[in-house]
């Protein structure tokens, strides 16, 4: 489901998959609603929310890998460090 598409919905555990600046391909331009975007999907879990980001995610099948990063939407990630929330490293 896409975080626009969940508003007014609220479910007990919400995965937020590609937490990654590919995702947020428009926060340098428009940040305030992107941001605004990101509390729209934080805030539909009612106990747990599990943010996921992957280093390397396949775009297109055609495609090698494309390496992922997540500088261009570090304050989503200040913002959660503020909160006191740490990332926790999965080898699945």
């Known amino acids: 489901m896409t975080i626009h598409k969940s508003k007014g919905l609220e479910f007990h555990t919400v995965v937020f998959?590609?937490?990654?600046?590919?995702?947020?391909?428009?926060?340098?331009t428009h940040a305030k609603e992107d941001t605004c975007a990101f509390f729209?999907?934080?805030?539909?879990?009612?106990?747990?929310i599990i943010?996921?980001?992957?280093?390397?995610?396949v775009t297109n099948?055609?495609?090698?890998?494309?390496?992922q990063n997540r500088t261009a939407i570090g304050a989503l990630y200040q913002l959660l460090e503020q909160a006191g929330i740490k990332p926790e490293p999965f080898a699945g």
Request: no cysteine; glycine share 2%.
């Open 40 to 48: 729209v999907a934080f805030s539909r879990a009612e106990k747990k």
């Open 17 to 28: 998959i590609g937490l990654e600046d590919s995702a947020f391909w428009s926060f340098k």
């Open 61 to 67: 099948p055609d495609w090698n890998p494309q390496t």
């Open 51 to 57: 943010f996921m980001f992957s280093q390397k995610r």
